[in-house]
Structures are given as structure tokens and as C-alpha cells.
């Protein structure tokens, strides 16, 4: 599996990071860095979450 974010679209509103902290960070000015782009089996079901709760739907998963 592997995230992909949509610059365009993501906002900032940390609430990838809130699910997910050790795949996702977010600065204070709102800038996302995805720590894991390519997290381990065991993280899916928290990117998963990260994915379904984004506000701006700017998170999508695919898959290898």
C-alpha cells in the first residue's frame, strides 16, 4: 500500500496526523509530510482511518 496526497486539496487540518501520528505530520503552518509513505501491514487500519476522516478527502490509498 502506498498514500498519496493531493497538495491541491489538503488543508492542514491534522486530523491524518490525529489517526496516524507516526505516518503523518503536519506542521504549524499546515504543511502535511507523510513519515511513512509506504507503511508497514500493521498501520493499515490507522492510514485507513486517516483516509476516511481527512476533511478535504486530499488522502487516497494505493494499492501495490
Known amino acids: 500500500m502506498r ?3 493531493d497538495r ?3 488543508q ?3 486530523a491524518c496526523e490525529g489517526e496516524a501520528p507516526d505516518v503523518f505530520s ?5 504543511e502535511l509530510t ?3 509513505p509506504e ?3 500493521d498501520r493499515r ?3 485507513e482511518l ?3 476522516y481527512c476533511p478535504t478527502h486530499a488522502l487516497s490509498i494505493e494499492e501495490d
Open 3 to 5: 498514500i498519496v496526497v
Open 8 to 10: 491541491d486539496l489538503c
Open 12 to 14: 492542514g487540518h491534522a
Open 26 to 30: 503536519v506542521s504549524k503552518k499546515g
Open 34 to 36: 507523510i513519515l511513512a
Open 39 to 41: 507503511p508497514p501491514e
Open 45 to 47: 487500519a490507522a492510514a
Open 50 to 52: 486517516a483516509v476516511k
